[in-house]
């Protein structure tokens, strides 16, 4: 990670969250109710802005997201906003703590529309939170969620907006109104460039599916071409949203790692897609010509950011899309630098790209250590799970200058990790991506 | 490790706006 410009973007991401707190401060400040009813406006504030700054998280802006990992953005949105609930929470809990007789203003019969609009904001964020963190729980499908989530969202902060200019604390004067107007007009056009700009330039630049070849383990290799423009370029290892079909602005969209190589001709790109879901069991469905949409290309998961004298791929079931594509990066690039492959599945018939890496072996110095957890019985090979021992053993001796790869289901990235760290693999030189945004 | 990176900093987050929150108040009421 570029440490220079993370550093810079995250002092962007506190300056945005702390903004208000200080543009408040260098105005006139309202009588005093004391020093917990102002905690607890600056809480609500502060709150606030962490909720608009969580559009721009989800923005997809590359140069901020950059040298993270827009995977690593999407986890930080994920649990900055379960922080943020908490933030939010403590406004109107330290408001009735302070003074009791508030409390009846959370009656929405009775109580002022200003304060519904504010409980019905909090409402609105609980369930944000409740159907991202349980999703999987509830049975929730990513699509109908993604729309849910957008619509609360918004108006969650909608509300809280209204609940401010209802409220009039901090709120009164020219300058603090022409704040909060400045704010909620930002969070219109982060919402406008997502939702309506961005589709339509996925608009202008549509893909045609070119093919679509079964592989072993329920996946789909699907190939698209550009129609009517050069394509993208991006670097192996990296993934994009993809939109199968219908329109850039239906929300449709699904985050698959390329598995192809960026030097294949006519700006031909492949994403290896297993069947998880209902969007992924109806790819072998997909009629050539259809139209698709390609959001990307985004993610820092590449040897090309890594130079080293040789490398390492960890990767666990679908995990070995991303490997692929810089597996035949490499290969196009005719490199001969040594590397080595850890590849872990539960049955050998089921293994994907089983026959496409045996191939590649032809044109790389690549070493494949295939780990079974279910071995046929003649399987002379490794057994069970990439463990510390299954490492040890083939990990070659001059390790250290390598850099490893690591890409696979989460709890196997962090088993992986640590392993690694045990047999002295620097951290700064373990690269692992997140794939399972929500 | 990304993973735990990103619940860290999302903790450390909230507890500066904590922070900051308090500083707020005590700033405005000298």
Known sequence: MPLGRAAFWIAVYLGLVLAPLVVLLLGPTPPGLGFRWDVSMALGFAGLAMMGVQFVLTARFRRATAPFG??????????????????????????????????????????????????????????????????RTFGLAYEPWRVTHAILAVAAVGLALVHIEGVQYYAASPWQRLLWRAFALSVVAVVCYVRVIRPWQLLRRPYRVTGIVRERGDAWTLTLEPDGHRGLSFLPGQFA???????????????????????????????????????????????????????????????????????????????????????????????????????????????????????????????????????????????????????????????LPRHVFVCGPEAMTQVIERQLRGLGVPLSQVHSELFELV | MRCALAQVVAVATGGLVVLLAVLFALVQRG
Do not use: C
Request: proline content about 8%.
């Open chain 1, 70 to 135: 827009i995977d690593l953005i999407y986890y930080f949105h994920r649990y900055v906003g379960i922080v943020l609930l908490l933030v939010v929470m403590a406004h109107p809990v330290l408001v009735i703590v302070d003074n009791p007789a508030t409390l009846g203003f959370l009656n929405p019969v009775a109580g002022p529309w200003h304060m519904s609009a504010g409980v019905i904001s909090l409402l609105a964020l609980i369930g944000v939170v409740i159907a991202s963190v349980w999703r």
């Open chain 1, 241 to 399: 949203w993809l939109t199968l079909g219908g329109s850039p602005f239906l929300m449709q969209e699904h985050p698959f790692s390329f598995s192809s190589s960026p030097l294949q001709p006519r700006g031909r790109v492949a994403f290896t897609i297993k069947e998880l879901g209902d969007f992924t069991r109806a790819i072998g469905s997909v009629p050539r010509g259809a139209a698709a949409f390609v959001d990307g290309p985004y993610g820092a998961f590449t040897t090309d950011r890594h130079p080293a004298p040789g490398y390492v791929f960890v990767a666990g079931g679908i995990g070995i899309a991303p490997v692929m594509s810089m597996l035949r990066t490499l290969a196009d690039r005719g490199d001969r630098r040594p590397l080595l492959l850890f590849y872990a599945y539960r049955r050998w018939d089921r293994m994907t790209f089983r026959e496409a890496i045996a191939a590649l072996q032809s044109r790389l110095d690549l070493t494949v250590v295939f780990v079974l957890e279910e071995p046929p019985e003649s399987w002379n090979g490794e057994r069970g799970w990439i463990t510390r021992e299954v490492l040890d053993r083939h990990l070659p001796e001059d390790r």
